[in-house]
């Protein structure tokens, strides 16, 4: 392990410290694996810049609530799934499924569509119940988050059931998979629509996403036309920048469904706490919801625009935790079979951020290693949603970035991978691939033990 590697007085310091070998983004490199590994930020941020950081990592922090005051925000609901950020992202980690089958989903989100697009080629709306279930409400709340009408009831009420199969490794070695059935209970306002869709999302992991931002979309179009010689059709999706009014390449979400950071901390504000802003200015209530939309709204623009600029600024400003590892020997035999199963073609090692960054000018010609593409490919069937999203299709995903996973059991105890958070484990992950990964995946079912061991340390090292 890197710790072991550097003095305990060096484990926060900047990346001139780090060796080569161990650094994942550059100078946005953090030697940390402790809880806060993923929630850094990176050292190269001058003290005004910090200022702005540690403000945004207040607002992620802070709690919403129906009436203004000490204990938080003026703004929640009607209806939501959490009352701040951090419920979802803890440490600016990955969510869970919920451990038991009578607990609600209360780190992920169940999205919902109908066929269809809307103007801008989005996935339709359910007329009822919106694009997202919001699984809690104003109803039931504690005295200071007292509600001004009737109580607000919650959209549903959202479960995991599990199904289970074994799958065998060439060397007789046996690992059981499980895949979620989303339960829905409790439909308060009617059956969906004709044809509905749904698909379970995992929050994901918030750490180096400013890095990823930057990277130019020439970069990402000449990775997706080298990897046709690979016979891999990797792909951006195309959706609608809100932001700047037009069409742009998608980079976030777990279909690459939303094109920049701002706009993704808006998507969430308004989705999953019931957060209006100058964006998405109109509280999250589908006509058929009449005490929702009788509820009286916290403010004009709850999110107002120094805050949400300052969240934007925490999520550029985080750094990456440095690699591990990188002296023991299975490392370099891992890297080397991640490459010989074409496990990189996809998972592409390394970046370079864009020449100039304006508005965080440290980000700009920084080498990173984040193993992604940014890209869709298709996954097969097995991890297929049925729910196509702008130009992703039913069987489409984007490319997660590996960096800093093996650390996220240490960040806030969930190793839950993959979009619906099935997989236990990278070895697990792993097996799940199909369609396009198919071949990396029988490639890796039919290592050595030994030859696993070693990839499975790789990628829990970087």
């Not at 402790?34 to 709690?63: C, I, N, T, W």
């Not at 890095?211 to 891999?232: H, K």
Request: proline share 7%.
């Amino acid at each position: 392990m890197l710790a072991c590697l550097l003095p305990p007085s060096i484990l926060s310091a900047d990346a001139d410290h780090i060796p080569d070998e161990a650094l994942s983004a550059g100078t946005f490199t953090v030697a940390r694996t402790d809880s806060s590994a993923y929630a850094e930020p990176a050292a190269v941020l001058d003290y005004k810049q910090r200022k702005a950081f540690d403000m945004g990592r207040g607002h992620f922090h802070r709690r919403w609530v129906v009436f203004a005051g000490v204990n938080g925000d003026w703004g929640l609901g009607p209806t939501f799934i959490a009352d701040r950020c951090s419920i979802c992202h803890a440490n600016a980690g990955r969510g869970a499924p919920p451990t038991e089958a009578n607990q609600q989903l209360r780190s992920m989100i169940v999205r919902l569509s109908l066929p269809g697009t809307d103007e801008q080629g989005a996935p339709r709306a359910d007329p009822h119940y919106g694009d997202q279930f919001q699984n809690d409400s104003l109803q039931g709340r504690t005295a200071d988050d007292a509600y001004s009408t009737e109580p607000v009831p919650p959209e549903a009420d959202l479960y995991l059931d599990w199904k289970t199969r074994t799958v065998t490794f060439a060397d007789g070695e046996t690992v059981e998979l499980r895949e979620p059935r989303l339960r829905i209970e409790n439909l308060r306002f009617g059956p969906l629509g004709a044809g509905a869709m749904t698909s379970v999302r995992n929050a994901q992991a918030l750490v180096g996403l400013g890095l990823l931002e930057t990277v130019p979309e020439e970069t990402l179009l000449a990775i997706a036309e080298r990897q046709t010689a690979e016979g891999v059709r990797g792909r951006p999706n195309r959706v609608w920048d809100a932001v700047n009014g037009r069409h742009a390449l998608g980079r976030f979400g777990w279909k690459a469904n939303q094109p920049s950071l701002r706009q993704q901390i808006a998507a969430a504000a308004i989705g999953d706490m019931g957060v209006t802003s100058e964006l998405f200015p109109a509280q999250n209530c589908p006509p058929a919801q009449a005490l929702c939309l009788d509820e009286t709204p916290g403010a004009p623009r709850e999110l107002i625009d120094n805050d949400w600029v300052e969240m934007e600024f925490w999520l550029q400003g985080l750094a990456v935790p440095a690699r591990r590892s990188v002296a023991d020997p299975r490392f370099a035999r891992g890297a080397a079979l991640f490459v010989e199963a074409k496990c990189a073609v996809c998972h592409v090692p390394e970046l370079r951020t864009a020449a100039k960054v304006p508005h965080l000018p440290q980000l700009a010609n920084q080498t990173i290693r984040p193993y992604t593409d940014l890209l869709l490919h298709d996954m097969g069937e097995e991890l297929a949603d049925y729910r196509p999203d702008f130009q992703a299709g039913p069987r489409d995903w984007r490319t997660p970035p590996l960096w800093g996973l093996g650390l996220s059991k240490t960040v806030n105890g969930s190793t839950a991978l993959l979009h619906d958070g099935r997989a236990r484990s990278v070895i697990e992950a792993i097996l799940w691939h199909g369609g396009e990964a198919e071949a990396s995946r029988e490639r890796f079912r039919t290592m050595s033990m030994k030859d696993r061991e070693a990839l499975v340390l790789y990628v829990e090292s970087i």
